[in-house]
């Protein structure tokens, strides 16, 4: 369903390594379920310990794997030594996040040399049907991905 | 500094109450440090298991707090009896969330029966002088708080 | 394509008779052009005076039209006697909006009985083929069509 | 009150050169009255033919308005030779944009070689105090000023 074509073949590996080394995604259980030419799903378990004052998931866990999957997509069209920073991002709430695990899908809806535009959606998932948890609306900008720590994100 | 007033004088111990409730503060470390009238303040310390691929706090942390410090600068402006819901927020991102400590700030611009607006600004704190890193505008829905879960957000 | 059902079967004539008295469409020119059951498509010419400092359709005009394409289709799903207010949008610009018209599509998300969550987009139509200029999240709230103006949007 | 220093001394002469350009402007009555350095005023008569329908002054033209005021708060931090464009805003709605005049206020809460985030607010004026009309937080692009036009945004 994807439009887009990437410009480095090797967009998943580094889209999946890259992954690897986002320590908040391990410590709260997600996984990079699909990787696609502008598109990227993340899935993860509803955990007890990421809640809010409802027993629900909380808006910021909610962000956090919609915005790395809507970072990634971007990613997936950008050339090789090319990393992503989240320039900025608006949530939409719009059910309770439970049930069993919440899918992220994240999508490129613009891409561009420096900045892309992206949305994505949040399902909560379990015995019923999926149900929409959250939307998403950002930009993401491309930075060169060097050793050193990106002094400033703009 | 705060120009509201309180319709319910026990807010700041309401807050607190509900604050202690919401698992994933106590999971990143977070606290409260202030809760004022329309204003209240988050603080935690920056770990390396919340952390993206620069080694910096992940974006969906940096949101957890400023969101947080905004529901509950909402909520201490509502009457007894009245929780609240993130219905959306917008976040710009601007410096790395790096350093020692983070410091959010959540402050209301319109109080409302139903629907509050926020503004809030999370700050990286450390040897240097404090850094903005990011900043926040949002809106807040007032629910009666019930033993239930509210089925839906709106 | 939708799959919301209207409450109100008469909401196709209300939400023209709604948008007849939005002056401001009326001063750029712009039409309704589909109303469906959470779906409002909006057409308007591209004119010389409504344009920024590069000759391209501003900002605030590619807004307006997209706003009430939102608003619109969130009320088309409302009870009768219901009106709509835009409690807040993001829109995020992505290709000049210029060539020959305009064309703003707004849909529900998720509707709700106070609070509907709507996206859009606005594309630019011309001899080349139909580009997207803007994408938009946003949220509308419900209110009681009287006489006298609400005092408050909240 | 700005922190700011203007990289250009020439700032407000550009400011106003390109404000001068800005047709939109023009149609809705709108002036600059005030070009400091990362912040700028605009002043605008509340006028029949831009209203929406409860005879308040539509959302877009408000958004245009404060829009206009960050996107040259941005550029007046930039130097000679650069042009601004709106990546992307969300405006949140708080009263009803009636009254005389709305004045606009915008500001850059972090300038950027290539991106610059503000923030902004309209209030209306009239025979009451003013009042907060809506809040806006952006992100600005800086372009380099060309004859031709930029072929995309980004």
Do not use: W
């Not at 320590?23 to 990227?40: H, N, S, Y």
């Not at 808006?59 to 069209?77: E, H, P, Q």
């Amino acid at each position: 369903m994807s439009t887009f074509a990437p410009v480095d073949p090797g967009f998943e590996e580094r889209v999946r390594e890259s992954f690897s080394r986002l320590t908040l995604m391990r410590t709260i259980g997600a996984r990079l379920v699909k990787v696609a030419p502008g598109e990227v799903d993340i899935d993860m378990p509803v955990r007890d310990d990421l809640t809010q004052q409802h027993g629900y998931v909380a808006a910021g866990i909610v962000t956090a794997i919609v915005d790395t999957a809507c970072g990634y997509a971007a990613m997936s069209l950008m050339p090789a030594g090319a990393n992503v920073l989240t320039v900025e991002y608006k949530v939409n709430f719009m059910s309770p996040a439970r049930g069993e695990r919440l899918l992220a899908h994240g999508r490129v809806i613009k891409p561009g040399r420096a900045l892309t535009v992206c949305a994505g959606e949040v399902y909560a998932l379990g015995d019923a049907a999926p149900k929409a948890v959250a939307a998403m609306l950002g930009t993401m900008v491309a930075v060169r991905d060097t050793a050193e720590a990106p002094e400033a994100r703009a």
